[in-house]
């Protein structure tokens, strides 16, 4: 599994510098408190793992990985663990980032760093957990569109629940206080579902 692993991060080796000129220029951008360009290099890395799917269809990959030794489930694990490895090296890069040129411009608030920082894992987690079963049991192109479509109907179904549906405080009270943990318990679950699912396609799909 280690070789797959290393396969993927070889597919986007050229691209990391990319990344890391993207971290340092929205960084800088973010010195004027708009946090959002804090979010932008995290979902650009998370949409350039996605490309590897693309390098596999184009090169009939695998069709050969699935010769190898436990060849259907080590790809599908070996995806989800470097996609994670991908997120998780894109965001400490951005709060190394966030941190220079906070201090920079003497505007660094760690606890809203904290909280933008988490929003992007979350949101990339969540990202890979709808992508990958979709890629997997319909192809790169025709899972993104199936993706796009899932994500506008959530955010109008989120949307909508807010606008017609009042939260109880008491609600509200444990979210202040124990939302991080009931969100990180949630996106892990959704995770590792999404890893069961794809798993379970791969196991059955043909090439």
Known sequence: ??????????VIKSNI???????LIFCFL????????YYIPTFISTMLFITTFSYDEINKWDSYAITLPKGRKNVVKAKYITSILIICWAILLTYIGGIIFGELSNSLN???LNNNIYSCLFGALLIISLSFPL?????VERGRIFLI????????????ISK?????????????????YIISIIILLILFISYLISKKIYQKKEF
Do not use: A, R
């Open 30 to 37: 973010s010195i004027d408190g708009n946090n959002m360009f």
């Open 135 to 139: 890629i997997f049991k319909y192809g």
């Open 110 to 112: 760690i606890s809203l």
């Open 1 to 10: 599994m280690k070789g797959l692993i290393k396969k993927d991060l070889l």
């Open 164 to 180: 017609y549906i009042t939260i109880p405080e008491y609600l509200k009270n444990i979210d202040n206080q124990y939302g991080m």
């Open 149 to 160: 479509v899932i994500i506008f109907g959530f955010i109008f179904l989120i949307s909508l």
């Open 17 to 23: 510098k990319h990344l890391l000129l993207l971290v």
